[in-house]
Nanobody
Framework: VQLQASGGGSVQTGDSLRLSCTAS????????MAWFRQAPGKEREFVAT????????RYADSVKARFTISRDNDKNTVDLQMYSLKPEDTAVYYC??????????????????WGQGTQVTVSS
């Protein structure tokens, strides 16, 4: 499956952005989905994950209560709604797909497919 992320951009502190990940070449209903991010000079880190049926979600502590992950298996999309953005949220954001047998996809080593990334820049 190929994953295409979009929706990144440059915003101010406190603004909102919505990232979308569209899959092709397969159905995301067979995968647990997640978003990761990588800031300059840092390791890629987990942001949010959602189970194949949307029944289980988990967030990194740094984004909890500000970000919301959702999915639409019919449209083959996974979204990340980001509110109250902070400069420390600046990173390239990647969507990822992993085996649905893992309800939560929180480690990059478990990822089967990566999207190409979309840049989010938050200025103060």
């Amino acid at each position: 499956v190929q994953l295409q992320a979009s929706g990144g951009g440059s915003v101010q502190t406190g603004d909102s952005l919505r990232l979308s990940c569209t899959a092709s070449g397969g159905t995301i209903s067979r995968y647990t989905m997640a978003w990761f991010r990588q800031a300059p000079g840092k390791e890629r880190e987990f942001v949010a994950t959602i189970a194949w049926n949307g029944g289980s979600k988990r967030y990194a502590d740094s984004v909890k209560a500000r970000f919301t992950i959702s999915r639409d298996n019919d449209k083959n999309t996974v979204d990340l709604q980001m509110y109250s953005l902070k400069p420390e949220d600046t990173a390239v954001y990647y969507c990822a797909a992993g085996p649905l047998t893992r309800v939560q996809l929180t480690a990059g080593t478990l990822v089967d497919y990566w999207g190409q990334g979309t840049q989010v820049t938050v200025s103060s």
